[in-house]
T-cell receptor, first 115, second 117 residues
Framework: NAGVTQTPKFQVLKTGQSMTLQCAQD?????MYWYRQDPGMGLRLIYY???????DKGEVPNGYNVSRLNKREFSLRLESAAPSQTSVYFC??????????????FGPGTRLTVL | AQKITQTQPGMFVQEKEAVTLDCTYD???????LFWYKQPSSGEMIFLIY??????QNATEGRYSLNFQKARKSANLVISASQLGDSAMYFC??????????????FGKGTHLIIQP
């Protein structure tokens, strides 16, 4: 049981390049999330997906797109990377609201630098 | 307006002492949840404790307890008998209901806790 996995762990891009961050979970969770963490800050929600086939914007969605490929996978795409998108990106998943704890399980993060 | 406020950017505590990390929140939703996560220097997010808005008793998990004062909208984390391994960033977060049954978290800016021997 791997929990939430993310690839890659590190990435360096040039301004204007595109890339996709991959996330997968094996806990059969319906809900998945993408957050970013900037230095000295807490995490901020970029996009979320309540279930397979649905996605919604969070607090900071500009410059990103997402795809909920199936129940397990939720990818984040940067179409044209900008230096302001330099950050650590975390994927998370959670069971439905009402389950004990309602804990969100986080992946290990992807450290992205845009030059 | 900030929804989660952590007023202590950094704290130094002697090993074996108890420590309280402050968190206040703002929401008009009667149903919400409050979380504390630990982030060590290695970067992973570690779940510590959860308190639901309708829970009558304060949550406890081992050395961690949550001092939940609903009327004051505060949810302070108490770590008893601190250990060197407790040195980390600590984030308070609030679960808010969003569309379709998802519940994205809103985080505070964190408190950097350093335990001194």
């Amino acid at each position: 049981n791997a929990g939430v996995t993310q690839t890659p762990k590190f990435q360096v891009l040039k301004t204007g390049q595109s890339m996709t961050l991959q996330c997968a979970q094996d806990m059969n969770h319906n809900s998945m999330y993408w957050y970013r963490q900037d230095p000295g800050m807490g995490l901020r929600l970029i996009y979320y997906s309540a279930s397979e086939g649905t996605t919604d914007k969070g607090e900071v969605p500009n410059g990103y797109n997402v795809s909920r490929l199936n129940k397990r996978e939720f990818s984040l795409r940067l179409e044209s990377a900008a230096p302001s998108q330099t950050s650590v990106y975390f994927c998370a998943s959670s069971p439905p609201i009402g389950r004990a704890g309602n804990e969100q399980f986080f992946g290990p993060g992807t450290r992205l630098t845009v030059l | 307006a900030q929804k989660i406020t952590q007023t202590q950017p950094g704290m130094f505590v002697q090993e074996k002492e108890a420590v309280t990390l402050d968190c206040t929140y703002d929401t008009s939703d009667p149903s919400y949840g409050l979380f504390w996560y630990k982030q060590p220097s290695s970067g992973e997010m570690i779940f510590l404790i959860y308190q639901g808005s309708y829970d009558q008793q304060n949550a406890t998990e081992g050395r961690y307890s949550l001092n939940f004062q609903k009327a004051r909208k505060s949810a302070n984390l108490v770590i008893s008998a601190s250990q060197l391994g407790d040195s980390a960033m600590y984030f308070c977060a609030m679960r808010e209901r969003r569309g379709g049954g998802a519940d994205g978290l809103t985080f505070g800016k964190g408190t950097h806790l350093i335990i001194q021997p």
